[in-house]
């Protein structure tokens, strides 16, 4: 008898074609994305983030300290590219601060 051939397939890339079929590679992108938070923007960022969340391709952050709001408010537009850089598409078009 002879043996098929067969393609060996990562369990990465198996993952990733299963999320993609079921439609929620995007959804667990942004799960991923939120995990790397405190590599993304810091640690002193990241001990005042009191809550995070994406919705319809707005960043949601709760942050502690009106200073660090009012810091990050003036860098909105550095945030949503370092965000959109990791998740590798536009996930983020806007930063809402509260």
């Known amino acids: ?4 051939d067969r ?3 990562s369990m ?9 079929a079921q439609g929620l590679d995007s959804e667990y992108k942004e799960k991923e ?3 790397k938070w405190e590599e993304l923007v810091g640690k002193p960022i990241a ?5 995070i969340a994406i919705k319809n391709s707005v960043l949601y ?3 502690n300290s009106a200073v660090m709001r009012d810091e990050l408010f003036q860098r909105k537009s550095q945030i949503i590219e ?3 850089k990791e998740a590798g598409f536009v ?3 806007e930063v809402y601060l509260k």
Request: charged share 35%; glycine share 4%.
């Open 1 to 4: 008898m002879a043996k098929k």
């Open 7 to 9: 393609e060996s397939v």
């Open 12 to 20: 990465k890339d198996a993952v990733k074609v299963f999320l993609k």
């Open 33 to 35: 994305v939120i995990g």
């Open 47 to 51: 001990l005042r983030t009191e809550k």
């Open 61 to 63: 952050l709760k942050i």
């Open 82 to 84: 370092i965000i959109n």
């Open 91 to 93: 996930m983020i078009k």
